[in-house]
């Protein structure tokens, strides 16, 4: 446990040192802020509310979601598969660690470091501009926490399977963009799922991604209670379950056929 | 200018062998980007599943935008997309070598890659186009067809010129380059959609002062002959080229500024 404390500790340190990256990050966060606040807002000109989300919702979801990008990794890891690539991860695999277990602890550290210093930035900015919605109770606020750290956790396991796919392919950049693709559409980053039409808000819903963006934003809106936001980090929880299970699973089956150049 | 031509010709289709050697992976990563290049086009289907209408505009006049912008975003993209990787040259010290070499600097660093697997979001933006036209009726006069070639051509040279701009920033910092994506990448994302939907100052800064408006927006008032709800002068909608042409200049002189002023890391 100590361990990954302090690995958890690099993967923070990793990011803060950058500032200047951190300031970029900020700034252009904030400018797609502002565009996909004003775009999703012309909905509202003629209406009042979409899907169960009113004009205050959306502009909330819209700032709270570019908050999360970053802190879920929206955008793509290929680290592990670059260590696969250039056989680096054999001395992975020498250290006394599990690999699933100490990129978790790194990311949740790399995680902390994203959500305050790339996400709370750019909302708060939004929130000078905006109305926003924050929650109003203060319960609320520890839901969100649970629910962020668990997005992390589904997002990670994810992240850390289509990397998976280096050991089989020599060139995995296709698959990952393909696992980018769905994975920003179907979590609900792109557009919110209550704007889906309601086929597709079923099957995204049935998907893992949901677990990474929507269901936080829907924690925070207050959209999820009593039974529903017991029923929702739940859900989480059995999504981070089985795909931890599964990158499990995958890491054996991988490892049992790895054959590491010698140098 | 014709010899910058046929040197760029030639280390060009040097690239293009090169990246032609590995066949799969080169068409997955043609898929892949042209995959990910639809992302934001089911979020305009998506919106216009809610609404018949945004800002006035219909699903196949917001796609007549969102087609023109692509097409000019992701020419540039192949071409000079790899500026986004300026910041290394700095910082590896690369950008000496290119210093010394009896070329302009800037051509030597958009001829040292061009982006094939790109063409994948050209791609789209041509079938979003085929999509639009498809469901427009508009009255096409000689001037409304050469306006969308022009349009196409404009957008793209300012996309150029802001993505050449941009990348001097990697003079002052190299770790800065995400500052660049805003308006890169943020302003293909913002010109996909009329640009009256943004609120004022982001117009001013985005639209105006950075001519964001120029690349599809104004323009396509004159091509589909649509109302402009802001009231601006006639003439802007045809002003496209000329302001391209302006906005080029300023980043070719920001771009021998910002080298003039460079200090080499020396290692």
Redesign the interface.
């Given at each position: 446990m100590r361990l990954h404390w302090e690995i958890a500790r690099r993967g923070y340190r990793r990011f803060a040192a950058?500032?200047?990256?951190t300031?970029?990050?900020i700034?252009?966060n904030?400018?797609?802020g502002?565009?996909q606040a004003?775009?999703?807002?012309?909905?509202y000109?003629?209406?009042t509310d979409?899907?169960g989300y009113d004009a205050t919702d959306t502009v909330t979801y819209v700032w709270f979601a570019q908050a999360l990008l970053m802190t879920v990794y929206a955008f793509g890891w290929v680290e592990l598969a670059l260590r696969i690539r250039s056989g680096d991860v054999a001395t992975d695999l020498a250290r006394p660690l599990d690999p699933l277990w100490y990129w978790l602890a790194f990311d949740l550290g790399r995680a902390l470091y994203h959500l305050v210093f790339r996400g709370i930035p750019p909302f708060l900015i939004g929130m000078i501009?905006f109305d926003l919605e924050l929650p109003e109770s203060p319960a609320t606020w520890l839901w969100v926490a649970v629910s962020v750290t668990l997005a992390v956790v589904v997002s990670l396991a994810f992240r850390f399977l289509y990397n998976l796919a280096a050991f089989w392919l020599?060139?995995y950049?296709?698959?990952?963009?393909?696992a980018?693709?769905i994975s920003?559409?179907f979590s609900g980053f792109?557009?919110p799922l209550p704007?889906?039409?309601s086929w597709?808000e079923t099957i995204a819903r049935a998907l893992p991604f949901a677990a990474m963006v929507q269901i936080p934003v829907d924690v925070f809106l207050e959209q999820a209670e009593g039974v529903d936001l017991a029923g929702a980090l739940l859900l989480q929880v059995a999504w981070a379950v089985v795909l931890l299970g599964l990158a499990r699973t995958v890491l054996a089956a991988a490892l049992r056929r790895v054959v590491i150049q010698g140098g | 200018m014709a010899d910058a031509l046929a040197v760029y010709a030639r280390l060009i289709s040097a690239q293009v062998r090169s990246q032609l050697q590995y066949r799969v992976s080169f068409a997955l990563d043609l898929a892949g980007t042209f995959l990910i290049s639809f992302l934001d086009f089911i979020a305009v289907l998506i919106i216009f599943d809610n609404v018949p209408e945004l800002d006035g505009w219909t699903l196949h006049e917001v796609a007549f935008l969102y087609a023109s912008t692509c097409v000019s975003f992701a020419v540039v993209d192949v071409v000079i997309g790899h500026l986004d990787l300026f910041p290394r040259m700095i910082r590896e010290g690369t950008f000496d070598l290119i210093l010394v070499r009896p070329r302009g600097t800037l051509f030597q660093v958009i001829a040292s890659d061009f982006a094939m697997r790109k063409l994948g979001k050209v791609l789209q933006g041509v079938i979003v186009f085929v999509f639009a036209l498809g469901g427009l009726e508009v009255d096409w006069t000689a001037g409304r067809a050469a306006m969308t070639l022009v349009m196409v051509l404009a957008g793209a040279a300012i996309f150029a010129a802001v993505w050449v701009a941009g990348a001097t920033i990697a003079f002052w910092t190299v770790d800065g380059g995400e500052f660049t994506n805003a308006f890169t990448y943020g302003g293909n994302f913002m010109t996909q959609y009329p640009i009256s939907i943004y609120g004022e100052w982001v117009r001013r800064f985005l639209a105006y002062l950075i001519p964001m408006a120029f690349v599809c927006y104004f323009p396509s008032l004159y091509i589909l002959d649509k109302p402009d709800p802001l009231g601006l002068p006639r003439a802007l909608q045809f002003a496209s080229p000329v302001v391209a042409v302006a906005a080029a200049v300023v980043a070719g002189v920001i771009w021998r500024s910002a080298v003039r002023r460079y200090r080499s890391v020396g290692s």
């Open positions: 950058y500032p200047a990256a300031f970029a990050g700034w252009t904030t400018i797609f502002f565009l004003y775009i999703l807002l012309g909905l000109e003629n209406r979409i899907g501009v020599l060139d950049r296709g698959v990952v963009a393909i980018i693709t920003l559409l792109v557009i704007f889906f039409p597709l | -």
